[in-house]
């Protein structure tokens, strides 16, 4: 069940973004809730490899359906961030908010990379010019700021989630994860 509250939790994440964006008046870069939900599931270790990936294409499925990016690009692409990202979380341990955030980061930049590199590859076959995809590349660094910045509330929002989650069904659990430091919380 963890997978699937990951993949709704990024769907209503997906959704309101773009929706306080739009309505907002933003036009910067938004945040990639959907990859640091990625980088939660990896380096948390709430998931297995299998479920995790599961998230990784479901959730880039959604915005594949979200943006209007040619079909399953954006769901390979987040699979393939996930596959990385889990290399990494064999080798480094992130723990606290700030590495946290940064691996946010870290998937968003992975994210947008490997979407450049792949939109790169089949530039000829799609009909796209080069100029924009060097332009968007040039914005990536404001993506991956924006969801360093973000990061916090969205794993604030996976571990209240899931500790209500576990709640639910009677399961003894601890104070979310995200909280356990924070002077604030009285769980």
């Not at 959604?62 to 040619?70: A, F, R, V, Y």
């Not at 690009?73 to 596959?83: D, K, Y």
């Not at 994210?111 to 076959?125: E, H, I, K, N």
Request: proline fraction near 4%; hydrophobic fraction near 60%; glycine fraction near 10%.
């Amino acid at each position: 069940m963890r997978p699937l509250i990951y993949i709704v939790l990024g769907w209503l994440l997906l959704a309101l973004v773009g929706a306080v964006g739009h309505v907002a008046g933003l036009t910067i870069m938004l945040p990639a809730t959907s990859a640091a939900l990625v980088a939660h599931a990896v380096f948390s270790r709430e998931l297995s490899l299998p479920s995790a990936v599961l998230v990784a294409v479901s959730l880039g499925y959604l915005e594949d359906m979200h943006q209007g990016t040619p079909a399953g690009l954006l769901s390979l692409v987040h699979g393939l961030a996930c596959l990385l990202l889990f290399g990494a979380s064999q080798r480094f341990a992130v723990e606290g908010a700030v590495a946290r955030a940064l691996a946010a980061g870290v998937a968003a930049v992975l994210v947008d990379l490997l979407t450049f590199g792949l939109l790169f590859a089949l530039r000829r076959r799609l009909g796209l010019e080069l100029d924009p995809l060097l332009a968007g590349l040039l914005l990536a660094r404001w993506h991956a700021l924006a969801t360093v910045l973000a990061a916090p509330a969205v794993f604030l929002l996976v571990e209240l989630a899931l500790g209500g989650w576990d709640r639910l069904l009677g399961r003894r659990t601890t104070r979310p994860r995200a909280l356990e430091r924070t002077s604030w919380y009285r769980g």
